[in-house]
T-cell receptor
Framework: SQQGEEDPQALSIQEGENATMNCSYK?????LQWYRQNSGRGLVHLIL?????REKHSGRLRVTLDTSKKSSSLLITASRAADTASYFC???????????FGAGTRLFVKA | DGGITQSPKYLFRKEGQNVTLSCEQN?????MYWYRQDPGQGLRLIYY???????QKGDIAEGYSVSREKKESFPLTVTSAQKNPTAFYLC????????????????FGPGTRLTVL
């Protein structure tokens, strides 16, 4: 079964609005990562947050992690049409090699 | 996609044929991975390799085989035993273990889209 499950499955917003995507997971983790995938392309790493961190920023991205609720959120502020992509959360645990990816949130940003 | 390449970009296979997908990285990473992605789905791990000459089955290894004879190369063979091979295949690499612990960030290639005719 999937470790990470993103919510919503799809999100459509206007350019300039903020986009929030959520991820829930089931087991203990060392870290949680967010990746972006443009259609038909490979994934690009966006940000990694460790289990002892609660919030992390990178440019227009803000990631939060609540280990008590086993959930994370990715906020993209002031969205642009170029942000249109699928966004995946991925969890890493002890041993590290088997990073588990969720099914993704498809974000559409309308110009 | 920089530093990790996959070829070909598109691959067509007749039923009953084996095909090999190439993955090469020049990032000096120890760990390499193969994932399968079906339309609208997340990634499922096929095989991974922690170090040269070693590899482990992932969650959906049946019908696939790999080798890791060189650090920079991790080819994936889709055999005729794979019942439904049409999918998008992604290769990735990561640093692996360092003095600071395991480095999870994975770097992905551009993918190979395999279609069975």
């Amino acid at each position: 079964s999937q470790q990470g499950e993103e919510d919503p499955q799809a999100l459509s917003i206007q350019e300039g609005e903020n986009a929030t995507m959520n991820c829930s997971y089931k087991t203990s983790i060392n870290n949680l990562q967010w990746y972006r995938q443009n259609s038909g392309r490979g994934l690009v790493h966006l940000i990694l947050i460790r289990s002892n961190e609660r919030e992390k920023h990178s440019g227009r991205l803000r990631v939060t992690l609540d280990t008590s609720k086993k959930s994370s959120s990715l906020l993209i502020t002031a969205s642009r049409a170029a942000d249109t992509a699928s966004y995946f959360c991925a969890t890493g645990s002890d041993g590290g090699f088997k990073t588990i990816f969720g099914a993704g949130t498809r974000l559409f940003v309308k110009a | 996609d920089g530093g990790i390449t996959q070829s070909p970009k598109y691959l067509f296979r007749k039923e009953g044929q084996n095909v090999t997908l190439s993955c090469e990285q020049n990032l000096n990473h120890d760990a390499m991975y193969w994932y399968r992605q079906d339309p609208g789905q997340g990634l499922r791990l096929i095989y991974y390799s922690q170090i040269v000459n070693d590899f482990q089955k992932g969650d959906i290894a049946e019908g696939y085989s790999v080798s890791r004879e060189k650090k920079e190369s991790f080819p994936l063979t889709v055999t005729s035993a794979q019942k439904n091979p049409t999918a998008f295949y992604l290769c990735a690499s990561s640093i692996g273990f360092t003095a600071g612990g395991f480095k999870d960030t994975q770097y992905f290639g551009p993918g190979t889209r395999l279609t069975v005719l």
